[in-house]
């Protein structure tokens, strides 16, 4: 049976502007569920890639979900934890819950995150990677500012979302074999975000400036490394070539860390360069690289 709604959990630029591509272009009900009280209907605002303002109702009850709703959790890493415990400690019916982080292993860390809550009443997971490209400029507006693909978890549930996204018009595909999808996403996003963080640059300006780019290689041959010590049959001329494809396609999008670290929020380097330190920890390879930027975006986040 396929999904007949669709709830949102996440209000950050990820939530709000899927919530908006998917509420005007989809044909199906969307609503956004978030922890503050959330009872009324907000008009989002989109702009850049698309140009339009859609009203969304929102919700602070998950429970009000029923066996037709799909979940798409679009909270940062951080937050997947504690909204896992509100959301699945209270009865909900929803079926399956699509987890939409930057991060290594994030289906893993949910079902730690089950086990460790003692959860046993579990969705079906479904991971999926974006490159596109959000950049929130006001309270409900967000600028779409890069279409790059996103990859589903083939299945019935990822293989029905890819093809709504490619219906409102989203570079979307379901993959079968995930793990590498993510493996190289989780590898950009260790590259892209914290330089882009540290130096307040677009996406785009790391290609332009032979520092930047020096520091890329140097993180990129750091997590080459550590994954392939972990058993992951990586190639750093091919994870460059995604990096290079990701920037290319958001070359104008301030990069999800950026806008935490401007707005003062904390960020996912745990999930991302934070991983790689403790792999490398673990087997005894040297990183200093990646910890030169954790400790500098650490410190540009607690002031
Ligand atoms: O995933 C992103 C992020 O900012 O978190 C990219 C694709 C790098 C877009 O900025």
Redesign the pocket.
Known sequence: MHPTDILIIGTGSMGLGLAGILASHSGIPVRVYSRLPADTTRTIVLTGRYSCSVPVRGVSDPTSSTSGTLLIACVKAYDLAPVLKIVYQQAIQAPALVLLQ?GFFIKDFAQETFDALGIEKRPELVRMI????MNRTGPVTVEVA?L?ETALEAGETGSWLAELLVHCGLPAYPAATMGDKEIE?AV??SV??PLTAVYRVP?GALLCEHAFRERMHLLLQEDALVLQHLGYQVEVTVLFENIRK?IDN?AG?????LQDVEAGRPTEIAFLNGFIIRKAGEMGIPVPANQAVYEQVIRSTTG
């Open positions: 930057n974006t490159s596109m490209g890069g790059g996403k950009a996003n892209i975000n996406n990701i958001t999008n301030r990069s999800s860390m």
